[in-house]
Nanobody, 120 residues
């Protein structure tokens, strides 16, 4: 039982910045990965950025150099700093947490999603 609570979405102009925050609670034992995915209308949910408990990060090519993911508060909170936002960044952003349960098996948890809209 893991609960993920997101905040920080909103409406910004192109070139602006937002910071998303996600706090995990409940059974947070060995949340190996945390991060963010996004889903635009008519598209599948895709990776934005993830970070492991050891601090290794992974970014989608489309956000490299603009977005930064980090973990704070005993690694149970994940942040996404989004700079130089573009209209194509408009999507619902979902917080993600993953826990490895065995070889090739995972438990995954999702937040409710927060809307990010970037106007041109």
């Amino acid at each position: 039982q893991v609960q993920l609570v997101e905040s920080g979405g909103g409406l910004v102009q192109a070139g602006g910045s937002l910071r998303l925050s996600c706090a995990a609670s409940g059974s947070t034992f060995r949340l190996n990965d945390m991060g963010w995915y996004r889903q635009a209308p008519g598209k599948q949910r895709d990776l934005v950025a993830t970070i492991t408990s050891g601090g290794s990060t992974n970014y989608a090519d489309s956000v490299k150099g603009r977005f930064t993911v980090s973990r704070v508060n005993a690694k149970n909170t994940v942040l996404l700093q989004m700079n130089s936002l573009k209209p194509e960044d408009t999507a619902v952003y979902y917080c993600y947490a993953g826990r490895k349960t065995g070889w090739g098996t995972w438990d995954d948890f999702w937040g409710q999603g927060t809307q990010v809209t970037v106007s041109s």
